[in-house]
């Protein structure tokens, strides 16, 4: 029943949260959609309160991750046209409205000096003749979501051939009426004029209509990292398998160039760098082809890479890489892009003499673009838009240092734990938020060597996370399991109850404070500790197996009754709380009862010894007719001798030979028991002399406490 | 295989791409992960999430298989001219029945601006249909308006699931659409389905069909839908759209540097205003980190003219939202662009050339913007919409606390415009801070109770919406006596006064989830709360909501009969007289994640 150190359990709905979001971003970050494709959304109002959908015929439901809409009449045809602004391509449409003369319109721009020139928050009213009630328009500046429209305010008028009003309520609190405003026309509203001025716009444009798919992406790919990025320590083999460590400090650039044997981009790519040889040796760069020939793939194997490169009399040093070197590299790349897709070969990577990543270029490289970003290598820590963004703009920030808790977490657990403390090593001096996520990254490390057993190295880490966070119940936490495992139990209830006092419903750390009030044999605070785990984890099957266990250990068989069964409740499966739970039933003298939960058991885990032992006493020598049952009990005593043939084993398999009336074979079993036994154990030596005379007068063995 | 000699170098790798998938990268990476495993949260199936068979709520189970047979049912209308009834084998109880499914009697309850809207009297009566040959007959008379088209398009939506003895009942939105010659037609039905409950492994029976809404919309137009693309047209000779806006984020997340600020999400917005002065509205498109932000002017022809880098509005930095203002009251329009991690205010020179006068920090994590003279002292001043504060540590978001009511996200900033590009947080002084740590996405000014001065309505994700009163340029959060609490996952916000009674009504985005309507109408869902409680997770997933303003400072919810609630996953909703017609219409931008699988979560 001990606990293993770990991260705590989804305990509170916080956690269960947060841990959903994490695996709902991991999926997305590996290409997963969600809600995705679905149909933007139109409805028509048919008269005030009622809507009528018509999205399909809208022509407006594209599948796009719509955004942001901008209404308009761009063509100037007197009806709103419509830009949407959308997360997949084309990130932006402009839809013409072809109502196209079916209802007339009219729009109004306003004018102030006395209020905010442009009046907007100003409301137009209007009346046209033929339309029930108001219009009302207000002037909004930013609506919907991360969207602005028109400033000109739009009317429809259906069949109305007069405007009999046109008001406007400025926001200085005065209504002023304008006249002089017909259909189908646009005019300025100037405050203080009461005169609508008719614009005479440029005329409506004609443009051609056609559906823009989005554009499509190819796999080749110039990346030009904003931060350097700090590379984990690499080694390469040589071509007759000698690990060298990979070393960037002789070379102003390295381009560590991943490529396979029958792969023919890659081959014409190391052409072009062989031919461009004296180029890259004068821009002080050196590239460093990796083959992955073999390595998870039988189409060809390191001979071959061998081969090619002799073929191609390859100017510079060349070798095979490793699974282990693939794997830092992959989550190197996916701490760059926030979408994981995994890199083809060739890719190359442009590396500094620091081991800093500049750039990976996915698919072959032009010598002309390497020579380029090679020309300005960064000379600091800190990030330059100019060389990253693939379109030239204007900034007014750099982009940041850049943070290595993720990074440490990832290598941490693809099990580079060295690499992982190295990226958390270079994580001091990191702003606020940084600093507490290397902090969680530190727990887990610790978490990592509590796992293998270096307990020192584990209080370590998380002594060294508390410093940088000290509110983290987590690293108390998991302190407090390293004494307990350790026994020191001062120490482990000290750091347990610290976790409890920062999260008071941390059900895990209830659940250890418990385990280590056991040790400090305080029973009654441990009984404590159980219940507070239970109370915000009614539920958990093993709390309750626990309790249960202390219970009877306190002599409260009651109780231990109560929670065995609750836990079987949560959690059926569990063969030792089956078990638990018959020990106690026959504690009580309730067999009966027992009889279903040692069946599961043995159903659930058919050599479970301790439960088969109980049933076969109750199959053989139970003192309840009913619950006997010899030819099982022979065959379960049969069953168990083939494993185990011991003086015990042997007398039981005596007591299912008589209940099946086979006394003679009852009593050689007997004998060859008293014989094995010895002089070793008194008590059982007098249990076989008793159930020998009972088979000796044809009488079956009745067990008292079954 | 072989790796073609004369391929162009993108076809070959991204045919060697494919090869990769199973030699350079995963072995090697799945390896190492085999190697150690941490417990808890580091550990990972996607199957257990997305798999209802998984998850222990089998009407889930059963209405993916519900879900299944419907589609194939409806898909016969792919081909309205190919109908069989072979389609139906393995899909109708024995016992199956039904009405008509295109009731009888559909009269037009709505004509303007050219689009016809019909309902029926009644949705009862009519003919009864019985079996596979019953069925087709239905459904070819649902499907008789599309005789002259060649093809037509039918989608499902199935919200809602209800168990009884043996049998169970789906309801599900179906909706087909067609080109015909002269315009276009949807067909909307809400159709309440009967099932057997089959035994464990086999799909369930259609046992009836009841129908429960049924209207058809056409629009008449030799265009053939009320709008038309003209994107390549007005942009279509600009480098950049060809180079940029092109491409949907996706392409960008794989071959850029995350550190340049690039937001997976992508939520880019836009701003419309006449930036040059000469009379034609122009287009200022946000874009996301690395990428710079576009302006394009429009051409006395209607076409467009990336002028992003000579206006000094190329910015690269992850952009939101934008806005055209006249911040200085000089007859031009001055743009705000929230790019991260600060406002930027720029000054135009009347011929849209910008010049930066300010910058100031407005929180972290901002999104909407809007202006508004609130206090009446003649300059625009703005409200700033910010979703979390840094002080957070999570990747994504912090908990929502509580879920349907939280109130630990972002604070949002009112900008006191001071003249001279100088601005201050009168957030406090405006009594704005009232409520205001919510997880806002957008807000709107508008004087819904028609006192003379701007109030603003604030739409929150996860829980209560503000509706600030303004009281003289003070504010008070009123939006639970007004009953416009909406308790949702606010992400729009819209103002319009839909039924001409001179009193704003408001339209809210929230999010549809037919999985979530579903699995929140469950006896099983939450058995240990409450029925209010468990009401307020049943609004969380039902979508958006109109409420019309009872012109006393109440408002009145009327999305289910206003028939509006099924916008989907909605980020911006906007009011727009689309059709002429003198009554508001509403635009629905929805639609969340689409990436490279095509399984969706």
């Known amino acids: 029943m001990s606990q293993s150190p770990e991260e705590e359990r989804s305990v509170t709905s916080q956690d269960r949260f947060r841990r959903s979001i994490r695996d709902l971003n991991k999926m997305l970050r590996n290409g997963s959609s969600l809600s995705g494709r679905e149909r933007n959304r139109c409805f028509l109002n048919t008269g005030g309160t009622r809507f009528a959908n018509i999205s399909s015929i809208s022509g407006l439901d594209y599948p796009d991750d719509a955004r942001a809409v901008g209404l308009v009449d761009w063509d100037g045809d007197g009806d709103l046209d419509m830009w949407l602004v959308n997360r997949t391509g084309p990130q932006a449409r402009l839809m013409r409205n072809n109502t196209d003369g079916q209802g007339r319109y009219v729009s109004f721009r306003l004018r102030s000096d006395k209020v905010n020139r442009d009046g907007i928050g100003a409301r137009v009213q209007l009346t046209a003749e033929g ?15 991360a969207s602005q429209t028109s400033k000109w305010l739009h009317f429809g008028l259906g069949d109305a051939g007069k405007i009999t009003s046109v008001r406007v309520w400025w926001p200085d609190g005065q209504w002023e009426e304008f006249s002089g405003a017909g259909v189908d026309a646009r005019y300025l509203l100037v405050q203080g004029s009461g005169k609508a001025q008719r614009q005479t716009p440029r005329g409506a444009v004609s443009l051609a209509a056609k559906t823009v798919p989005a554009a499509k992406s ?17 080694s390469w083999k040589t071509h007759d398998n000698k690990e060298q460590a990979l070393d960037f400090s002789a070379y102003k650039g390295t381009l560590v160039n991943l490529w396979a044997s029958w792969c023919q981009p890659c081959l014409k790519e190391l052409a072009a760098f062989t031919k461009g040889k004296d180029q890259l040796q004068a821009a002080g760069l050196t590239v460093l082809p990796l083959s992955v020939d073999g390595l998870g793939d039988k189409r060809s194997d390191q001979a071959s890479a061998l081969r090619t490169m002799k073929r191609l009399r390859f100017p510079f040093q060349h070798g095979l890489a490793t699974t282990e070197l693939l794997g830092k590299l992959e989550i190197a790349a996916q701490e760059v892009y926030p979408m994981n897709l995994s890199l083809p070969v060739p890719t190359s990577l442009l590396v500094d003499r620091r081991g800093q990543l500049v750039a990976i270029y996915k698919g072959p490289v032009e010598l002309d673009t390497l020579l380029a970003d090679a020309s300005k290598l960064l000379k600091g820590n800190t990030g330059d838009y100019a060389a990253a963004a693939p379109l030239s703009g204007r900034a007014y920030t750099r982009p940041g240092r850049r943070a290595y808790a993720k990074l440490a977490q990832e290598m941490l657990r693809a099990g580079f734990r060295d690499d992982a403390m190295a990226y958390l090593d270079r994580m001091s001096g990191m702003p606020g938020g940084e600093s507490v996520k290397s902090a969680d990254v530190l727990v887990n490390t610790g978490i990592s060597f509590a796992k293998t057993g270096e307990w020192d190295k584990a209080e370590a880490q998380f002594r060294r996370s508390l410093k940088l966070n000290p509110d983290q119940e987590k690293a108390y936490y998991n302190l407090g399991l390293v004494y307990k495992d350790k026994k020191e139990w001062d120490s482990a209830e000290q750091h347990l109850r610290k976790a409890l006092e920062l999260q008071p419903d941390y059900t895990q750390a209830w659940f250890g404070l418990a385990e280590v009030l ?45 929670h065995f069964e609750k836990s079987i409740r949560y959690r059926p499966d569990s063969v030792r709380t089956r078990f638990n739970l018959s020990r106690a039933y026959i504690q009580q003298g309730r067999v009966a009862d027992a009889v279903p939960h040692l069946d599961a058991a043995l159903k659930l885990q058919p050599d479970m010894a301790p439960a088969r032992r109980e049933l076969i006493w109750i199959l053989a020598a139970s003192r309840n007719a009913d619950l006997r049952n010899g030819t099982r009990a022979l065959e379960l005593a049969e069953a168990q001798i083939k494993q185990t043939r011991n003086p015990l084993t042997l007398q039981q398999l005596a007591a299912a030979q008589a209940e099946t009336g086979r006394f003679d074979a009852a009593l050689a079993t007997t004998e060859e028991a008293i014989r094995l036994a010895g002089n070793k154990d008194p008590r059982i030596i007098s249990q076989l002399r008793y159930t020998q005379k009972r088979y000796q007068n044809q009488q079956p063995f009745r067990h008292p406490k079954y | 295989m072989e790796v073609s000699k004369t391929g162009t170098p993108e076809k070959t790798v991204a045919r060697i791409l494919v090869f990769c998938l199973a030699s350079l990268l995963f072995s090697p990476v799945l390896a190492f992960q085999n190697t150690e495993k941490l417990p808890g949260a580091l550990d990972f199936d996607p199957k257990s999430i997305d798999n209802p068979h998984a998850d222990g ?96 398009r039918a989608a499902v939506k199935l919200f809602r699931i209800k168990m009884e003895d043996g049998s169970f009942t789906t309801k599900s939105y179906v909706e087909t659409h067609a080109d015909l010659d002269d315009g276009s037609l949807q067909q909307n039905a809400l159709w309440r389905c009967r099932w057997r409950v089959p035994q464990p492994g086999k799909k369930p029976k259609l046992m009836g069909i009841s129908l429960e809404a049924y209207e058809e919309t056409r629009v008449t137009n030799p265009k053939g839908m009320l709008f038309s693309e003209v994107t390549e047209a007005v942009l279509g000779a600009n480098p950049s759209f060809k180079q940029q806006i092109a491409y949907g984020v996706n392409h960008w997340l794989t071959r850029l540097d995350g550190m340049l600020g690039l937001d997976f999400n992508a939520y880019q917005g836009l701003a419309v205003g006449d930036a040059n002065g000469d009379g034609l509205d122009d287009v200022y498109i946000c874009q996301n980190g690395g990428l710079p932000n576009r302006l394009y002017l429009q051409n006395p022809d209607g076409t467009a003219t990336d002028v992003s880098e000579r206006a000094g ?66 300059d625009l001043d703005l409200y700033i919409c910010n979703y979390r504060d840094q002080n957070d540590l999570s990747d994504v978001i912090p908990t929502p606390i509580p879920y349907h009511n939280a109130n630990n996200g972002g604070r949002n900033r009112l900008l006191n415009n001071l003249g001279n590009w100088k601005f201050e947080d009168g957030t406090a002084a405006a009594g704005l801070d009232e409520q205001n740590t919510r997880f806002t996405f957008a807000a709107s000014w508008e004087d819904f109770d028609n006192d003379g001065d701007l109030d603003l309505y604030v739409a929150n994700d996860f829980g209560h919406n503000n509706l600030y009163r303004n009281d003289g340029g003070r504010f008070r ?73 009872n012109g006393d400072g109440s408002f009145k919810d009327i999305s289910d009969e206003a028939a509006v609630t099924m916008g989907r996953w909605s980020w911006s909703s906007n009011f727009a007289d689309l059709n002429n017609d003198g009554w508001e219409d509403i635009m629905v931008a929805n639609g969340y994640i689409t990436s490279y699988l095509t399984a969706d979560l």
Request: aromatic share 8%; no cysteine; net charge negative.
């Open chain 2, 57 to 152: 709520w089998n009407t889930e189970v059963l209405s993916e298989d519900a879900k299944k047979q419907l589609k194939k049912l409806v898909h016969i209308l792919d081909h309205p001219n190919a109908m069989k009834a072979d389609v139906f084998k393995g899909l109708l109880d024995p016992e199956f029945s039904t009405g008509p499914v295109r009731p009888d009697g559909l009269e037009n309850v709505y004509e303007g601006g050219g689009i016809v809207v019909r309902r029926p009297k009644s949705l009862n009566g009519g003919q009864t249909y019985k079996g596979a040959e019953g069925l087709l007959q239905a459904m070819k008379a649902l499907a008789a308006p599309y005789a002259t088209a060649p093809e037509a």
């Open chain 1, 131 to 145: 339309i029930d009630g108001i219009q009302t328009r207000t002037l909004h500046a930013g609506d919907g979501f």
């Open chain 1, 518 to 562: 056991i040790g400090k044999k305080d029973r009654n605070g441990a009984l404590a500790a159980y219940r507070k785990a239970l109370e915000f984890d009614p539920f958990n099957g093993r709390f309750h197996n626990s309790l249960a266990i202390a219970l009877a250990g306190g002599g409260d068989m009651d109780g231990a009754v109560d």
């Open chain 2, 477 to 549: 959060d009123i939006a639970p006596e007004a009953g416009l609490t909406d308790s949702s996952f606010g992400m729009g916000v819209t103002w319009a006064d839909v039924n001409r009674d001179g009193h704003m009504d408001v339209y809210v985005s929230n999010m549809f989830s037919a999985a979530g309507s579903r699995v929140t109408t469950q006896e099983k869902f939450k058995p240990n709360q409450n029925q209010a409680s468990r009401a307020r997770y049943q609004r969380l997933a039902k979508g958006n909501s109109l409420f019309l303003n």
């Open chain 2, 313 to 378: 509005v190329d910015w690269l930095e992850l952009t939101r939202s934008a806005l055209f203002l006249d911040l200085d009251n000089d007859g031009d329009q001055d743009l705000v662009v929230a790019a991260k991690p600060q406002l930027l205010f720029l000054e135009n020179d009347g011929r849209a050339r910008f010049t930066l006068r300010n910058r100031i920090s407005a929180g972290d994590d901002v999104y909407s913007i809007t202006a508004a003279d609130y206090d009446k002292d003649r």
């Open chain 1, 218 to 234: 190819s796999d080749q790919a110039r990346t030009h990292l904003a931060t350097p990025l700090q590379l984990p320590a690499l």
